[in-house]
């Protein structure tokens, strides 16, 4: 049995999320602990008892989804279940960040401070009502990029996320995704709808933020991986500290390719995807690309346990 541990973007983001493993393992608390320490600020006590507003604004949401996530890595390992155990590596836009980390390329604490610029910086990247990002079901990636492509009529609209064989995000400017919605129920599509985000991630209208990402990723020290992260640009295995770098930069203007990364690695022998944190997505998005996987969600001290015994 080959192993991939996925790591979830935003969107999966609960109140209480990661408390009972916090209750229940030392080492899971230490994770919540060094990350309000680096961050300055009780971002803990917002996860477990706050405001799901507060929780969900990008700054806050990033490095606490990371939190719950790496607090499930060390869980795991004081039941004996290393990173070892996994032959990739993946996360789902931010969840890229926690991969790296629990993959030993990036500490705790660094992953926190970069989350929380990335947050601020995807947010300021483009003034609030400018942008705007569409889900558009049962259509192919083939006919969402066209789409995209015949909607943006001189203004930027492009596939931001490419989910699964019937599920893509497309994000630009708002009129632009507009069009696309209306060019998509017009083509078929069993439903096309505005999602509920604060900005137009994963296109070219996030170059702002990307430049800052670029500045702020050289100040900190990456290690190559102790296992291979699938890169959301590549949709391939990476290994290389300077090159993950560089593709971390890369992908907050580019699209998550998450089906083509969850191909490839089960091209590579993959049969089973744990998926480490809040939520249950991108399970859901696995079982649709590949009903031959196996997925499993760990994010509880049952969840734990079960992995520890399979």
């Known amino acids: 049995m080959s192993v991939a541990f996925v790591f979830p973007g935003q969107g999966a983001q609960t109140i209480g999320m990661g408390k009972e493993l916090a209750d229940a393992y030392p080492a899971a608390k230490a994770v919540f602990d060094e990350v309000d320490e680096a961050l ?62 629990a993959a030993g390329s990036v500490s705790v604490s660094d992953t926190a401070r970069l989350l ?16 705007a990002m569409a889900a558009i079901l049962g259509l192919s990636f083939e ?22 064989p019937a599920q893509n ?7 632009a995704v507009e069009r696309a919605v209306e060019l998509a129920k017009e083509a078929g599509a069993k439903r096309a709808l505005m999602l ?20 702020a990723l050289d100040t ?28 971390l930069v890369d992908q907050v203007t580019g699209r998550v390719r998450w089906r083509t990364s969850v191909e490839w690695m089960v091209e590579q022998g993959v049969t089973e995807f744990w998926e480490i944190g809040a939520g249950k997505a991108l399970s859901g998005m696995i079982r649709r690309i590949s009903k031959d996987s196996v997925s499993r969600t760990i994010g509880t001290p049952a969840e734990v346990v079960a992995a520890r015994d399979v």
């Open 116 to 131: 929380r610029i990335r947050g601020k910086a995807m947010q300021a990247a483009v003034p609030v009502g400018e942008g």
């Open 143 to 164: 006919q969402a990029a066209k789409i995209a492509q015949n909607a943006a009529m001189g203004e930027i609209c492009q596939v931001a996320n490419e989910n699964d």
């Open 169 to 175: 995000v497309v994000s630009g400017n708002k009129a």
């Open 40 to 101: 300055g600020q009780n971002l803990s006590s917002l996860i477990w008892e706050g405001d799901i507003d507060t929780l969900t604004l990008t700054e806050n949401a990033q490095p606490a989804l990371m939190a719950t996530s790496m607090a499930v890595i060390r869980a795991l390992e004081t039941e004996g279940i290393g990173i070892d155990r996994a032959s990739y590596v993946a996360g789902h836009s931010l969840g890229e960040y926690s991969a790296l980390c």
């Open 196 to 215: 509920p985000v604060s900005a137009p991630f994963h296109c070219t209208l996030m170059m702002p933020a990307a430049a800052e990402m670029a500045r």
């Open 220 to 247: 900190v020290d990456f290690e190559d991986p102790k296992v291979p992260l699938v890169s959301n640009v590549l949709a391939a295995g990476v290994s290389a500290s300077h090159l993950i770098r560089s593709l």
